[in-house]
């Protein structure tokens, strides 16, 4: 099946490359010093950086993932939005102030702040990277089914060369632009994201006289139910593995190392308050959007094209804009789409490469004294190493199901990082066992659980189909792994003698005041 | 205010001692007992309210399908107030961090880093 005109999809991805490039190039006076190029010196306004976070946030997995989901399955797909709105109260309550006035570049930063360093960072920079990697590969890995749809291209190695090219026009955003371009990349996605979903939505809801209830309607008509349960209602076990979804999802976002490394792109933590609640509002707006989308392909698109199309789910959202405005919206959406993936593969490869040139290369092995200019040479390799992978690793991971790929990154998440964080925030007996025991104990036993699962073997939609060395019932490990790894850290830090509550005093004072946080690194 | 290496300014760094001395200052203590009374609660219930959700769209289907008007159903009644509850919790801490938070820290940050 063919939709659209590929050359006007190329030709409007295009304008939306050369605009960002330019803004890029602009932002790049200023990036040579690591501040500069981890967190653009701290200095976007809360306003700024809550609209980044949005798109930093709102990947192909949110546009795509969930608009497919509602269509196909219905109010079942509406859930994941629930579960990635409410995570962020999380964010906003327990974790983004404190973290902005304890930490500066990493989230390595606040755990190592009161415990042993070395270890603890090379923990955290592990699980940062494993977690990048997982997201990395989600986004990728939607690249390769959106090309298939917009561009024609059908054949794995055409879908290749695009994940190629993909990828290696992030890596010059990241090189040339830093913290501050990859940023102003992530503001104009943003806006034209929600820009652009509002207004399919107004469109979908003006087609039925802007009665909504009639949308439902139509679109259960269609097979995309409005009660719970099509999906994950069918048996005890996958209403299990629905409540373990749904913890992976909302104890996720606040653990998630590009997010939280957005918090320090802004002067204070009073910004940062205001980033997440800038963030909040466009993200539940656009969550609320989705539920149209969703509900209006299923309308208006109808599951057997959906399912026809290339990309099946992933493209109900851009056949949905084909159906209403014809080619050019098509063109519109899609570049939206290529750009989210674009911006988002981006931020995770800045924070990728920000923790190892920072945690692993700066402070483990160089112990804080590495010679001048080498941590952004180091941290501009790295960069360059990440992109690689996630190109080779899209190329590979090309046709997964992408949703599920980002949660598992929110499982990892949840599981190796949030424990961590809170501990060490509000803990006062926190120590280094502790911290170490959590996030190696939450990797190792996510990462387990998940190769064991139904999602990798033993099920038709597993990505090793046709063997099966399944003995985890769950495909997603949240609701064992998170437990177990907050039990972890209890159990490593009571069996250990090391107590540190003076340091803790300090971090205390400094995480609710604020004192003696960085809060201007340039004079601009 | 002293530089970095990468030129960025950072506070002369109190000591130790000083920290534990502003954390058991009864000024400080009354800031984190009005911080996390405010905080872990809401936190606590936000998530209670989701899981409670969460729950009853796994197992109470029939009672999620029950329609109140049109096609809108229980279910989505109550997943549009998961949305309603997060924007209000937003809505209100930020009022609450702005009016009882800041102006307690802004002080007490002035005196650590003034009083070195």
């Known amino acids: ?524 | 205010m002293s530089t970095h290496d990468d030129g960025a300014q950072v506070p002369p760094s109190p000591s130790e001692s000083r920290f534990v001395a502003v954390q058991q200052s009864s000024e400080f203590q009354d800031l984190r007992r009005r911080y996390r009374r405010w905080v872990l609660p809401v936190a606590a219930i936000s998530l209670l309210w989701y899981f409670a959700y969460v729950i009853l769209a796994a197992y109470a289907k029939g009672f999620m399908s029950v329609k109140i008007f049109g096609n809108v159903n229980v279910a989505l009644i109550m997943g549009l107030l998961q949305f309603v509850t997060t924007f209000g919790v937003t809505a209100l801490y930020i009022r609450f961090a702005d009016k009882v938070l800041d102006p307690v820290t802004a002080r007490m940050r002035d005196e650590i880093e003034g009083g070195v």
Not at chain 1, 215 to 238: C, E, F, I, N, W
Not at chain 1, 291 to 297: E, F, K, R, T
């Open chain 1, 1 to 524: 099946m063919k939709v659209g005109n590929p050359w006007l999809n190329i030709a409007i991805f295009a304008i939306f490359v050369v605009v960002t490039m330019a803004v890029v190039l602009r932002a790049s006076k200023t990036n040579r010093s690591a501040a500069e190029m981890y967190t653009a010196g701290a200095a976007f306004s809360g306003r700024q950086n809550g609209v980044a976070i949005a798109g930093d946030y709102l990947s192909a997995a949110s546009f795509l993932g969930i608009a497919g989901a509602i269509a196909l399955t219905g109010y079942d797909g509406f859930l994941y939005s629930i579960g990635f709105l409410v995570a962020w109260l999380v964010a906003l309550l327990l974790v983004a102030e404190p973290l902005r006035n304890t930490g500066r570049f990493t989230m390595a930063d606040v755990l190592a702040f009161r415990m042993q360093e070395r270890p603890v960072r090379t923990a955290a920079a592990t699980s940062t990277l494993v977690v990048s990697f997982f997201y990395l590969l989600a986004q990728m890995a939607g690249a390769g089914g959106l090309v298939a749809l917009l561009l024609g291209i059908t054949n794995r190695a055409g879908q290749s060369f695009v994940i190629a090219g993909v990828g290696l026009l992030m890596i010059a955003y990241v090189l040339i632009g830093g913290m501050k371009g990859t940023t102003y990349v992530q503001i104009i996605k943003a806006a034209l994201l929600i820009i652009g979903a509002g207004l399919i939505t107004v469109w979908v809801l003006g087609k039925f006289g802007l009665n909504f209830s009639a949308l439902l309607g139509r679109g259960a008509q269609k097979g995309a139910s409005l009660d719970p349960g099509k999906k994950y209602g069918v048996s005890a076990l996958s209403k299990l593995d629905f409540i373990s979804l749904s913890m992976a999802l909302v104890l996720g976002t606040a653990g998630l190392p590009h997010i939280l490394m957005r918090f320090y792109t802004v002067p204070t933590a009073k910004e940062a308050r205001r980033s997440v609640s800038w963030a909040i509002w466009l993200i539940g707006l656009f969550y609320l959007f989705t539920l149209v989308l969703g509900y209006g392909a299923a309308a208006l698109v109808g599951p057997e094209r959906i399912n026809a199309a290339p990309g099946k789910a992933n493209s109900a959202a851009p056949l949905l804009a084909y159906e209403l405005g014809g080619t050019l919206l098509l063109g519109v959406i899609s570049a939206v789409a290529f750009a989210t993936i674009l911006a988002v593969v981006a931020g995770l490869t800045i924070t990728a490469s920000a923790s190892f040139a920072h945690d692993i290369y700066a402070s483990v092995i160089h112990r804080g004294r590495a010679p001048e200019g080498s941590e952004v040479r180091v941290a501009r390799i790295a960069a360059l190493v990440v992109g690689a992978v996630a190109i080779l690793g899209g190329i590979v991971a090309n046709g997964q199901n992408i949703a599920f790929l980002v949660a598992l990154a929110f499982a990892v998440a949840a599981s190796a990082n949030l424990p961590t964080i809170l501990y060490s925030l509000f803990w006062k007996r926190f120590n280094t066992r502790g911290c170490l025991w959590s996030i190696y104990g939450g990797l190792l036993i996510t990462i387990t659980l998940i190769f064991f699962s139904p999602a990798v073997s033993g099920d038709r939609a597993a990505m090793f189909p046709h063997s099966d060395w399944s003995w985890f019932p769950l495909a997603n490990p949240g609701l064992i792994s998170i437990p177990a790894s907050f039990l972890l850290g209890y159990l490593g830090t009571v069996t250990s003698r090391e107590h540190l509550e003076g340091k803790y005093a300090e971090m205390e004072v400094r995480s609710l005041t604020g004192a003696g946080a960085v809060r201007e690194a340039l004079e601009h």
